[in-house]
């Protein structure tokens, strides 16, 4: 197991190098470069620029001087936000991206585990057909439009009550995450339904099922030990992605509700080419994503014998 | 549940949760649409920390509610062809309550030259004597043109009559910094709300990056009569425009922008609509380098001849506010003693398009060419830009018979491609950086590096070194006259529409100023009146 543990990681920072050696190399081919403004820059000022941010060197010099940096965990200063460092950036926005993530995949995994099971128990039966109605409407409407509805809803909530039930945005208390944890969540939800439904489903015709049954095990323990256990593993399995997933991807819900989480500097750093931002939050969420997938497939193990590595 | 723990803790107590309009608090909540990227005024270009900075500090002068430069820190002013000399009020404070002085102003602005400072905007210095050379490590900072002969006394020695130097003085690089604050805070001056000393009506009492910051009244500002409200807060920065109408109709802040869409709903509500025109003009650049078509003088006219703006600007994109361009200069810069609009109204395209089909013909004929080159136009990639360039396409196509292939870039890579001259035309904007019609005047000079279509005219050249050199205004406002003409003339550009902003303001709310030059909008003059209607 601890070998097994220790090849992964490898395997994992070899990932990371190649993300971040890709993502320096592909930036920088991009026309332009951060300094580039509506207002051009006199000949001297850019020099002056390019000295303080060492883009005078060559190419294959930064690079080093870069790997060298993220090996000891600096990512430099923004461009942009020219008097912080990218540490400190994600230092201060990642948690924020993180709490609502976890809130968002609580309530996904959750409810998709729940409803998934129900859509299997009840197949072909009203509660399944509505369920799977409401699942495609959640796997199609973008988030953006998810986000804008609920935040119009709110203040139309908010206005016939004549006063704050929820508040429409901004961050702070567990109220302002509340709806923008659903809206995220919303999506990776609706795909874990599918994927339990269609799992469980393959679950309840099995044997062993069938013998619990004979024997006269109860309905509610077969179902927990028997079915639920074993139809779960799919969605492990997806799992460890989509809490990557959801915690750097809620660009549009942290615009949306002014949420000061990570996700729109990723974006923002791409569309302003903040070369230290860019690389910084890629190489972060690159890394975090590595990781997630080497703990998914830890975790597998402790839930099905089968899988573990050292037998 | 850690994570949870620590991700609660690390920004506990960043809500803040108050109202648009607090009348018992008397303060006043905004948005704004980004963190503000350099509160550093040395090095600050953009508007939103332009306006951050035009609330919690004050240069020598300032515009006043009236669109007039007033004095600020400067009590009185002179400028002379070599010279310029300013005398300083006796109470002008820091926020420490020490009094701020001439020698603020020579540090700023010795440390927006240094090199390692690497200031983008530095060139706005060049007017000064020894400026250029100070920035290029020529020479020591001490040597610049700037001196305090007595600490309320600051003598400027220019290095070529700058008929318009006090009105620079309004852009952020000129406020003042205090050397012995700014080096204590080792390189981090303007990082935090405690890494700035403030001399402005406000100072940063709150500042928690990404989500929200506070203003909080100055007690040491001199002007305490101007100013009314106690508190601004800024407790929520998004981009999103419709997330910002939403937090106006909850109340949580006093003014919003509108979009086009939101118009009828606001009018149904009965709000009270309020326009303002931006300063910025959209034109189409053309690629003047030789080996390309649109380098033909007869080329251009025959573009400019199909492409009606009024139709681009009310069928087509019809956004509120916007106007239909005439001229690289925009209707609200001032001439001699009017509106320069006024005093040199610019000659009026009318489309044409048979007489278009015979410059066509006859540009076809001088480059040699039996039919016209598919062009390439470089755009924008938001939806305002692909409305205009598949606008600009299609009347190409039905009108000339040119084909066009729209380029859409990103922001930073259309610059880029402007810069190396890939494309043939582009749709382009540009806004102002004082107040003079120069700020505009010089852009297709053959020396100006914003003059990425390389339009290089010997003629044009000679009108804007009169408009630069040149002291007496009416000289000067003829020249940007003649430069009006010229562009029009030689269909250089052509210019699109002057861009609008719609937005409504909380009817409580008094005395919002919204500026072209300067911070916008301006609060510090505002004050609540509880019963506004």
Do not use: C
Request: hydrophobic share 45%; aromatic share 10%; no cysteine.
């Amino acid at each position: 197991m601890l070998k097994y543990a220790a090849k992964r990681i490898v395997l994992g920072l070899i990932t990371v190098w190649f993300i971040a050696s890709a993502t320096f190399f592909g930036m920088h081919a991009v026309p332009g470069d951060p300094l580039t403004g509506d207002k051009a820059l006199t000949p001297k000022i850019r020099a002056n620029l390019e000295a303080k941010y060492g883009l005078d060197k060559p190419l294959a010099t930064q690079y080093w001087i870069y790997l060298g940096n993220i090996a000891q965990g600096d990512f430099g200063i923004s461009y942009t936000q020219e008097n912080r460092r990218v540490n400190d950036i994600i230092r201060e926005h990642f948690p924020v991206s993180a709490t609502l993530g976890i809130l968002a995949i609580v309530f996904a995994g959750v409810g998709g585990v729940l409803w998934g099971a129900l859509t299997a128990l009840y197949r072909n039966r009203w509660p399944d057909v509505a369920i799977m109605f409401l699942v495609i409407l959640g796997i199609s409407v973008p988030s953006f439009v998810m986000a804008a509805i609920s935040q119009w809803s709110l203040v139309n909530l908010n206005q016939t009550a004549g006063g704050t039930v929820l508040p429409i945005g901004g961050w702070g208390s567990v109220w302002h995450m509340v709806t923008p944890a659903l809206v995220l969540g919303l999506s990776t939800m609706a795909y874990l339904t599918r994927l339990m439904r269609s799992s469980m489903l393959e679950v309840v015709n099995t044997d062993y099922v069938r013998t619990a049954r004979a024997k006269g095990v109860p309905a509610t323990q077969i179902f927990s030990r028997h079915q639920l256990r074993n139809a779960i593993l799919p969605v492990i399995t997806v799992l460890g992605p989509a809490i990557a997933g959801i915690t750097t991807g809620g660009f549009v819900v942290e615009i949306v509700f002014a949420i000061p989480g990570l996700g729109r500097y990723f974006v923002q750093a791409i569309q302003q080419l903040d070369y230290t931002v860019i690389m910084g939050t890629t190489v972060f969420y690159g890394a975090f994503l590595v990781f997630m997938v080497i703990l998914v497939d830890l975790i597998y193990g402790l839930i099905d014998p089968r899988v573990r590595v050292d037998q | 549940m850690i994570a949870l723990h620590y991700a609660g803790s690390a920004l506990s107590g960043t809500n803040l949760d108050v109202s648009g309009i607090d009348v018992k608090n008397n303060s006043v909540s905004i948005i704004i649409r980004e963190e503000p990227p350099q509160l550093n005024s040395s090095r600050a270009t953009d508007s939103i920390s332009g306006m951050v900075l035009g609330h919690v500090m004050e240069g020598l002068v300032r515009m006043g509610l009236d669109d007039r430069l007033e004095g600020a820190v400067a009590k009185r002013w002179e400028v002379t062809p070599t010279h310029a000399t300013f005398w300083l009020r006796k109470n002008a404070k820091w926020s420490d309550g020490k009094p701020v002085t001439a020698e603020d102003f020579v540090f700023a602005w010795q440390t927006a030259l240094k090199p390692e400072t690497a200031s983008q905007y530095a060139f706005l210095l060049f007017a000064i004597k020894n400026a250029e050379a100070v920035n290029s490590g020529e020479l020591n900072p001490s040597e610049l043109g700037v001196n305090a002969p007595d600490p309320h006394t600051l003598v400027i020695e220019l290095a070529r009559p700058v008929p318009f130097f006090d009105k620079m003085l309004v852009f952020p690089t000129f406020l003042p910094i205090r050397e012995d604050f700014y080096n204590a805070t080792q390189g981090r001056y303007g990082a935090d709300a405690d890494q700035l000393l403030y001399n402005g009506p406000f100072q940063i009492s709150r500042w928690i990056h990404g989500s929200s910051m506070t203003f909080e009244r100055n007690p040491h500002f001199w002007n305490q009569d101007e100013i009314h409200l106690d508190t601004i807060h800024v407790p929520y920065i998004t981009s999103d425009a419709n997330a910002s109408l939403n937090f106006f109709k909850d109340s949580k802040i006093a003014t919003t922008g509108l979009q086009a869409e939101n118009l009828t709903e606001a009018m149904r509500l009965g709000w009270q609509i309020r326009q303002h025109r931006d300063g910025v003009v959209f034109f189409m650049e053309f690629n003047h380098r030789p080996e390309r078509v649109t380098g033909n003088l007869n080329f251009r006219r025959a573009l400019q001849l199909v492409l009606d703006m009024d139709e681009l600007v009310y069928k087509v994109t019809k956004l509120p506010g916007y106007e239909p361009g005439v001229s690289l200069f925009p209707g609200w810069l001032m001439g001699e003693s009017d509106l320069l609009r006024k005093e040199y109204p610019p000659e009026k395209i009318r489309p044409n398009t048979a007489q278009a089909k015979e410059y066509l013909q006859r540009a076809l004929q001088e480059l040699g060419l039996s039919q016209t080159p598919t062009l390439v136009l470089l755009a924008g990639d938001n939806p305002i830009s692909n409305i205009q360039s598949e606008w600009v396409q299609q009347t190409l196509k039905t009108e000339l018979g040119i084909d066009v292939k729209i380029d859409k870039q990103i922001f930073k890579q259309r610059l880029a491609k402007m810069t190396s001259g890939d494309f043939d035309f582009v749709l382009a904007g540009w806004g102002p950086d004082y107040n003079d019609p120069l700020t505009f005047g010089d852009l297709f000079a053959s020396w100006n590096k914003n003059n990425r279509g390389q339009y290089n005219s010997p003629e044009l050249d000679g009108l804007i070194q009169t408009a630069q050199g040149q002291l007496d205004p009416g000289v000067r406002m003829r020249a940007f006259g003649d430069i009006q003409q010229h562009l029009i003339d030689r269909a250089v550009i052509l210019p699109m529409y002057e861009r609008g902003v719609t937005y409504v303001v909380d009817p409580r709310l008094k005395q919002l100023k919204r500026r072209v030059i300067g911070p916008d909008p301006d609060l510090s003059r505002a004050h609540i009146d509880a019963g506004g209607q």
